[in-house]
């Protein structure tokens, strides 16, 4: 699922792809990645085309939250949270920080 979510990611030209394990931090998910679209237009974009293709791999419909503004998506994929931010978004909430450990970098996935 992850990788399905980071090719899909990776494809659609998000930019800062962040992959961050949740194993032993969170019984949510597995893993979280946050990633970034230059636009509101682009992060719905991105955001519609992952939904098809998790649905696509899955036959499920995976959760979504704020696909209609486009400044923040969160999309619940079972073992995978996605989150989708414009730049100006992703800056102020900074989720990488409250999620990795100290110590721990922001590694982007390509």
Do not use: C, N
């Not at 230059?38 to 959760?63: F, I, N």
């Amino acid at each position: 699922m992850l990788e399905l979510v980071l090719r899909s990611l990776d494809d659609d030209k998000a930019e800062d792809i962040v992959p961050i394990s949740l194993k032993g931090k969170s019984a949510m998910a597995d893993h979280m990645v946050v990633a970034t679209g230059r636009s509101s237009r682009q992060v719905s974009s991105m955001a519609e085309k992952l939904l098809e293709r998790l649905k696509d791999a899955t036959g499920q419909s995976a959760r979504v939250e704020g696909r209609e503004t486009g400044d923040w998506v969160l999309i619940d994929a079972g073992d995978v949270i996605v989150h989708l931010f414009r730049p100006e978004v992703r800056e102020f909430y900074q989720l990488e920080k409250m999620w990795l450990s100290p110590g721990e970098a922001a590694a982007p996935a390509h």
